[in-house]
Nanobody, 115 residues
Framework: QVQLVESGGGLVQPGGSLRLSCAAS????????MGWYRQAPGKQRELVAT???????NYADSLKGRFTISRDIAKNTVYLHMNSLKPEDTAVYYC?????????WGQGTQVTVSS
């Protein structure tokens, strides 16, 4: 089972940007799909974005245009670039490999958007 370690979270002002990183313990090229999910206090975990081994991406409709998922295969790392951040983006962001039902999860990284 792949191990995932997220980093890059923190406190940012509204309108700011952050880049989250997810380092995998094995080649991400061999993983069918990797993704980012988030969970805000009192809410269910929700999809943010996914990227397949072939490079196809998918985003939550509400986040298209502000968030971008990318990867560096040589570094076994997936990134989430977040722009124009809003207070409602405040959540714990989790990296996932191989889907939310049976896949692997990282420990999560907190993103707080506040002035």
């Amino acid at each position: 089972q792949v191990q995932l370690v997220e980093s890059g979270g923190g406190l940012v002002q509204p309108g700011g940007s952050l880049r989250l990183s997810c380092a995998a313990s094995k080649s991400i090229f061999s993983i069918a799909a990797m993704g980012w999910y988030r969970q805000a206090p009192g809410k269910q975990r929700e999809l943010v974005a996914t990227i397949t081994s072939g490079g196809s991406t998918n985003y939550a409709d509400s986040l298209k245009g502000r968030f971008t998922i990318s990867r560096d295969i040589a570094k076994n790392t997936v990134y989430l670039h977040m722009n124009s951040l809003k207070p409602e983006d405040t959540a714990v962001y989790y990296c996932n490999a191989n889907g939310p039902l049976f896949g692997s999860w990282g420990q999560g990284t907190q993103v707080t958007v506040s002035s």
